[in-house]
């Protein structure tokens, strides 16, 4: 058995029991944490299983019904419907950043402003493609 008084003949605390006794098993404990893990993950997916079986095609056509009675939300409507051209706007940079001198001469040239610094303008031009837009 193991003596609960260090040498300074004070008792050992809680947490210092725990220590030496994991120090003393821990090969014990470690196999123990993984079979019982090993096992409980086996039974849920078993279960899992078990639950789609009983299920089987009644709940996919119950999900499909489902589905299919749904109005569509104006969120989904609008992912639904294809994107409208990009409607030109003045985008907020982060601190320190500026608009390159292409963006500042064509946000006058649309405009006839001066763009403020730390701002940018995001605009398409007529037949520019998305991708290039990005870029």
Do not use: C
């Amino acid at each position: 058995m193991t003596d609960s008084r260090p040498q300074d003949g004070e008792p050992a605390s809680f947490a210092e029991k725990t220590k030496t006794l994991y120090r003393k098993h821990r090969r014990k404990i470690h196999t123990v944490v993984g079979t019982v893990g090993t096992v409980a993950l086996a039974v849920a997916w078993e279960a899992i299983k078990q639950a789609a079986e009983q299920s089987g095609s009644e709940g996919v056509q119950a999900v499909e019904e489902e589905v299919e009675d749904r109005e569509l939300t104006p969120a989904a409507e609008a992912k639904s419907q294809p994107r409208s051209p990009m409607t030109p706007h003045v985008r907020n940079l982060a601190e320190g950043w500026n608009a390159s001198p292409e963006k500042r001469a064509q946000y006058k040239e649309e405009t006839g402003e001066e763009l403020a610094p730390g701002m940018t303008w995001v605009h398409r031009r007529v037949g520019e493609d998305p991708g290039e837009a990005a870029a």
